[in-house]
């Protein structure tokens, strides 16, 4: 491993931005411009009556290219604003993923168990497959996802990461 | 109102006198306006990389937006670089693009380009208007934005169909952006600091850049007073040179890959480095690790992102320049403050040791011109005028930078990030634009001049005076000088086989053709050449195979500068120094 690699660190960064044309290709060309990476990036609308958008970013980088990413985002003309959730205090993350998986017989029974366990919720349904909607951290979901693989997992989809951070304060 | 009637109306209420501009299918309307009015004048140049560059040249010598109109597809891409140009150096930018229809958009129409897609990265901002309600609000909303803050190209797309529809025009005043809004006061503590920082140093240093120039004269005047009350040498980046007078004996030169060997190794020696309106890239900072080891380091800059990019420092502040040196003069006079005038006198002792190994000094003999020496009898002939420098890229560039003396901000146009060959005489036409009874001199290589070599023709049209002045080695000298120190002397393409007689090309854009061959014929030239009323172009032959020194190669520090043909004997660059640019 080489250093920079060793103080490369994990970081949750929210974004508001106007909600116009080109503004996610903006942020994402930025990223791909300057090699910055991207884990998970999420997108929507979230006050409508504003057009504001957040946008939620994982990302890795040593302290000064987290510094470099937040300053970058920041002076994109329709950013508003840009938090850093990981050094920001404590927050919330959560992801949502659906999960279809096939089959019949026991490992159909065996997946519903364990969709049980982590309390998956069952929103499809024939004789031969389920999807499943499941909610929380990420490796929850890997985790899911790998008990799935001998059961007839078909198809993973995953929203990627939400975060908001505790108590009452806005970004 | 039409769309294409609003866009002129929006441009007229913004103060815009001159545009720059190529037409095409997608802009017709466009033009159709410009035809029904005196009150914008259309500069007609002859490829749109020249639209772009004159209206840089425009910008940077008046401070205020430049402004250009291109058709879609081709007109569009033209733009591209000096688009890329203008973001790099900062350089505030308007520029429209014709696009086909709106309800053609994403068909692969003719002279379709997705202007927006391309150019998102290469510029401040970009717009796809869609209601001719919105063309106002936009163009306005453009200015601020390619002004405000770090200024840079702001490119507005215009379908064909938004130019025709009728629309509401609303005035610039009623236009601001929403959340776009940069810091312009510096934080107060932070300037505190810094101040005492500076007053507390033995070997303080101003190395300042292009955002001094971008803060406009009042920011350079305060530079001045601030460097006379505190008695610090000062030293300009590529971009900054005029900020701070040339010929100050307080001025100690530009610094960087072929800055002067007392500015680099004051920046290598410092204990506080005060870095005002300049970004420490890679041609300024040389090998990283080895960069000012042993400073303090401010940073004043209003963009965020220059700071701790390359170069980590001890007191950053975010703000216009021009401001927080305000607000640093105020706390210096408000507390009564003095730099150690002891510790100042020994620094200035060893500036003066390393000032007195002349790392400019060149051998003129009597057969072949050298091109410092070109350019010192152009300094001396025209310093008592009113004279702008333009310049291509290559080493008459670094020579222009380092002869040529700047005594006042936004008289040098150069461009620095890009590197852009080409650049020099569109430039040249958009700063002559701008002041019609100045000398505006293009300091040129013949390889570069032939990048844009067709604006000659616009020079000829508007009977514009600027002066071509093409240092002419025969090489893409800087490309040569590489291979020559880099790569073995194995000078692969970097000779031009094929030149044109530039006497008999400028006569036939009906310009006026100069030649110089030996040195006693160069101020007889250059007489000439500053006496013509119209455009010139001035062929000066120099030596083939000079080199520009002082150099710090890539990959090495500031204080290990290669001064000269003697000093680079014993030099050996890296591979890893080979592997930078
Ligand atoms: C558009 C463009 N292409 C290539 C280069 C690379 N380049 C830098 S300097 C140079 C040679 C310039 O030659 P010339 O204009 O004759 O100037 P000289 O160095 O001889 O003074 C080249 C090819 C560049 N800067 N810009
Ligand atoms: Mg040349």
Not at chain 2, 49 to 72: I, N
Not at chain 2, 187 to 192: L, N, Q, T
Not at chain 2, 319 to 330: K, R, T
Request: proline share 5%; with cysteine.
């Amino acid at each position: 491993m080489t250093d920079v690699e060793k103080c490369s660190r994990r970081h949750t960064i929210a974004a508001l931005v106007d909600n116009e044309s080109g503004v996610l290709a903006r942020v994402i060309g930025l990223f791909s411009g300057r090699g910055y990476n991207i884990e998970s990036l999420t997108v929507a609308e979230t006050n409508p009556s504003e057009k504001v958008s957040r946008i939620t970013i994982v990302t890795s980088g040593t302290p000064m290219v987290i510094e470099q990413i937040k300053a970058q985002l920041g002076r994109l003309v329709p950013v508003h604003k840009v938090g850093d959730l990981t050094i920001e205090g404590p927050h919330v993350e959560r992801e949502l993923a659906l999960i279809k998986v096939a089959g019949t017989g026991e490992p159909r029974v065996e997946s519903l168990r364990i969709a049980d366990i982590f309390r998956a919720r069952v929103v499809d349904s024939t004789n031969d497959s389920f999807v499943f909607e499941l909610t929380g951290a990420s490796s929850k979901l890997d985790a899911f996802v790998d008990l799935m693989k001998p059961l007839g997992l078909v198809d993973v989809s995953r929203t990627g990461i939400v975060a908001i951070s505790r108590g009452a304060e806005s970004l | 109102m039409n769309g294409a009637e609003i866009i002129i109306r929006s441009l007229v209420d913004q103060g815009v006198e001159v545009i720059f501009g190529y037409p095409g299918g997608a802009v017709l309307p466009i033009y159709d306006a410009i035809f029904g009015q005196n009150k914008l004048r259309h500069i007609l140049v002859r490829h749109e990389q020249g639209a772009v560059h004159a209206a840089e040249g425009y910008a940077r010598s008046t401070g205020k937006v430049g402004a250009v109109l291109v058709t879609s597809g081709p007109g569009a891409t033209n733009a591209v670089t000096g688009l890329t140009d203008a973001l790099m150096d900062s350089i505030p930018i308007v520029c429209i693009t014709g696009q086909v229809a709106t309800h053609l958009i994403g068909n692969d129409a003719f002279q379709e380009a997705d202007t927006t897609g391309i150019t998102r990265p290469c510029t401040k901002h970009n717009y796809l208007v869609k209601s001719a309600d919105d063309v106002a609000r936009v163009v306005h909303e453009a200015f601020y934005v390619a002004r405000s803050g770090r200024p840079g190209p702001v490119v507005i797309d215009m379908p064909k169909d938004v130019q025709l529809a009728k629309g509401d025009y609303v005035g610039p005043e009623t236009v601001a952006h929403r959340t776009y809004q940069p810091r312009i006061q510096g934080e107060p503590s932070a300037i505190e600091r810094a101040v005492k920082l500076i007053a507390g140093a033995k070997r303080p240093i101003f190395y300042t850049g292009g955002g001094v120039i971008n803060a406009g004269p009042e920011a350079s005047a305060r530079l001045i007073e601030f460097a006379r009350m505190t008695g610090v040498p000062v030293t300009n980046t590529l971009m900054g040179l005029g900020a701070f007078p040339g010929s100050d004996p307080q001025f100690v030169g530009m610094l960087g890959m072929h800055g002067t060997y007392e500015a680099n190794k004051a920046m290598h020696d410092c204990d506080v480095m005060v870095c005002l309106g300049a970004r420490f890239d890679d041609r300024i900072t040389g090998r990283l690790d080895a960069f000012s080891p042993n400073s303090q380091k401010i940073h004043v800059d209003i963009d965020p992102s220059s700071i701790n990019k390359n170069v980590s420092v001890d007191v950053p502040i975010i703000g216009d320049v021009g401001a927080v040196l305000g607000d640093m003069i105020e706390i210096w006079k408000r507390d009564g403050l003095k730099t150690d005038s002891q510790a100042l006198k020994a620094w200035w002792g060893t500036i003066d040791e390393w000032r007195s190994i002349k790392c400019l000094s060149y051998d003129q003999d009597e057969t072949t011109i050298k091109p410092q020496y070109a350019i010192e009898r152009l300094y001396d002939l025209t310093k008592d005028r009113e004279t702008f420098i333009t310049t291509e890229v290559g080493q008459h560039q670094m020579w222009a930078a380092q002869f040529y003396k700047f005594e006042t901000p936004n008289h040098w146009m150069t461009s620095g990030g890009l590197g852009t060959m080409g650049y020099g005489m569109p430039a040249a036409i958009g700063v002559q634009l701008a002041h019609p009874d100045a000398l505006v001199v293009d300091i040129a290589g013949e390889a570069s001049i032939l990048m844009c070599i067709q604006e000659l023709s616009t020079a000829a049209q508007y009977n514009l005076p600027i002066k071509v002045f093409v240092l002419n080695n025969e090489y893409m000298g800087m490309v040569r000088q590489w291979q020559e120190l880099l790569h073995g002397g194995r000078y692969s393409e970097s000779y031009s086989e094929a030149l044109p007689d530039f006497v008999k090309l400028a006569e036939a854009f009906g310009v006026k053709g100069l030649r110089a061959e030996r040195p006693d014929q160069v101020d007889g030239l250059i007489e000439e050449m500053v006496n013509t009323d119209g455009p010139v172009l001035a062929d000066v032959r120099v030596d083939k195979v000079e080199n520009c020194f002082p150099m710090i190669p890539s990959g090495s520090a500031h204080d290990d500068m290669i001064l000269g043909p003697v000093d680079r004997a014993k030099r050996e660059v890296t591979d890893a120094g080979k592997a930078l640019v």
